[in-house]
T-cell receptor, first 113, second 113 residues
Framework: QKEVEQDPGPLSVPEGAIVSLNCTYSNSAFQYFMWYRQYSRKGPELLMY????GNKEDGRFTAQVDKSSKYISLFIRDSQPSDSATYLC?????????????FGDGTTLTVKP | DGGITQSPKYLFRKEGQNVTLSCEQN?????MYWYRQDPGQGLRLIYY???????QKGDIAEGYSVSREKKESFPLTVTSAQKNPTAFYLC????????????FGQGTRLTVV
């Protein structure tokens, strides 16, 4: 079983919809939780970075971490066609592990105009 | 502009040949990483380096080699021993220390013909 499991998708929604992307994990040592957005044939770019449990909001994006359930989510409000991409969750324990991250397999999102 | 530059963007290699992928960064980051991404999958760590002249194997290092002679550069050689080298290769860098973002290059797509 993988350390990080991500809802596989693909996901297709109409413009303006609320999108929920989810990952579960098994390693209780993970403390840093990231969401990356990756456009086709490009490198990933960091969207959200959260330490430990709680919520973090940035514009239309909200990241939630529930360490007790080992579950993280990314919500996108008022989704736009430009949000169409693959979203990768990633996690790491702490800096003593050289900042290495474990990635989910990604969820491909298409937002239709 | 600061960033990470990977070259070339596309690379074709004949079976049995070694090939070297370039990664250069001008962000003054200490740590650099090489990941491999296969279709529908997340990123898997090949090698990483936290300091010049030092590097460690990641999860899938077999058939790959790296060097870190300069802080700015972390080239990856895909050797003939790598049984399935066709993939998208991503280089990343970050400042060492907790809670720091990893920046990715735009990737090199390697195809073995």
């Amino acid at each position: 079983q993988k350390e990080v499991e991500q809802d596989p998708g693909p996901l297709s929604v109409p413009e303006g919809a609320i999108v929920s992307l989810n990952c579960t994990y098994s390693n209780s040592a993970f403390q840093y939780f990231m969401w990356y957005r990756q456009y086709s044939r490009k490198g990933p770019e960091l969207l959200m970075y959260t330490y430990s449990s709680g919520n973090k909001e940035d514009g239309r994006f909200t990241a939630q971490v529930d360490k007790s359930s080992k579950y993280i989510s990314l919500f996108i409000r008022d989704s736009q066609p430009s949000d169409s991409a693959t979203y990768l969750c990633a996690m790491s324990d702490d800096n003593t592990n050289a900042g290495k991250s474990t990635f989910g397999d990604g969820t491909t999102l298409t937002v239709k105009p | 502009d600061g960033g990470i530059t990977q070259s070339p963007k596309y690379l074709f290699r004949k079976e049995g040949q070694n090939v070297t992928l370039s990664c250069e960064q001008n962000l003054n980051h200490d740590a650099m990483y090489w990941y491999r991404q296969d279709p529908g999958q997340g990123l898997r760590l090949i090698y990483y380096s936290q300091i010049v002249n030092d590097f460690q194997k990641g999860d899938i290092a077999e058939g790959y080699s790296v060097s870190r002679e300069k802080k700015e550069s972390f080239p990856l050689t895909v050797t003939s021993a790598q049984k399935n080298p066709t993939a998208f290769y991503l280089c990343a860098s970050r400042l060492t220390g907790a809670a720091t973002e990893a920046f990715f290059g735009q990737g090199t797509r390697l195809t073995v013909v």
